[in-house]
């Protein structure tokens, strides 16, 4: 199974709304990532869970907040967004092991507009 | 700090060859190629990691030089099937982690 699963595939929310994307992956990975990605822009990385984790946090607004359950499962909680953070929300996994470099596997993404 | 891709599109003609290039002003510890079709999630194509290195899968190849500042896709006789865009990305390793994508290649290939 080299598939990585998204919920909601898309999502519509107001601004004072409260709301959470979900990534799931079966494939044994111990690292996982959150990207933004714009219309006609490459992903951009928000976070990075290693061995569930948080190892990186890419000077993300506080109000997306990230966890990480178990190791199969990564949230991303939504609070008090604007407009400006519609985009397409990409979740990915990949093997990690120290500086060893593995291909990342990528879900379908969310795709938010925040009205 | 990002990538450099080059061109940032092209048009093709089925089975015409391409050629896209990723440049970056520092060494890069490693590149991955990727393929986003329209609305759709990244795949990845392959990973390169010596300064010199070349890899090929089917008629899509590529190349890292020497001093591991430039890789170059190579998409030959191209199809339908290859539309899409490229990323580079490339993990940059000084101070914190991050992983980083190239600013991308459209790719069009018409019939």
């Known amino acids: 199974d080299t598939e990585v699963t998204q919920t909601p595939k898309h999502l519509v929310m107001g601004m004072t709304n409260k709301k959470s994307l979900k990534c799931e992956q079966h494939?044994?990975?111990?690292?996982m990532y959150w990207y933004k990605q714009k219309a006609k822009k490459p992903p951009e990385l928000m976070f990075v869970?290693?061995?569930?984790?948080?190892?990186i946090n890419e000077s993300v607004p506080s109000r997306f907040s990230p966890e990480c359950p178990n190791s199969s499962l990564l949230n991303l909680h939504l609070h008090a967004l604007q407009p400006e953070d519609s985009a397409l929300y990409l979740c990915?996994?990949?093997?990690?092991?120290?500086?060893?470099?593995?291909?990342?596997?990528f879900g379908p993404g969310t795709r938010l507009t925040v009205t | 700090q990002q990538p450099v891709q080059s061109p940032q599109a092209v048009i093709l003609r089925e089975g015409e060859d391409a050629v896209i290039n990723c440049s970056s002003s520092k060494a890069l510890y490693s590149v991955h190629w990727y393929r986003q079709k329209h609305g759709e999630a990244p795949v990845f194509l392959m990973i390169l990691l010596k300064g010199g290195e070349q890899k090929g899968h089917e008629k899509i190849s590529a190349s890292f030089n020497e001093k591991k500042q430039q890789s170059s896709l190579y998409l030959t006789a191209s199809q339908l099937s290859y539309s899409g865009t490229y990323f580079c990305g490339t993990e940059i390793t000084s101070g914190t982690y991050k992983y980083i994508f190239g600013t991308g290649t459209r790719l069009k290939v018409l019939a």
């Open positions: 869970y290693s061995y569930e984790k948080l190892s």
């Open positions: 990915a996994s990949s093997h990690r092991e120290g500086r060893e470099v593995y291909e990342q596997y």
């Open positions: 494939m044994g990975h111990r690292a």
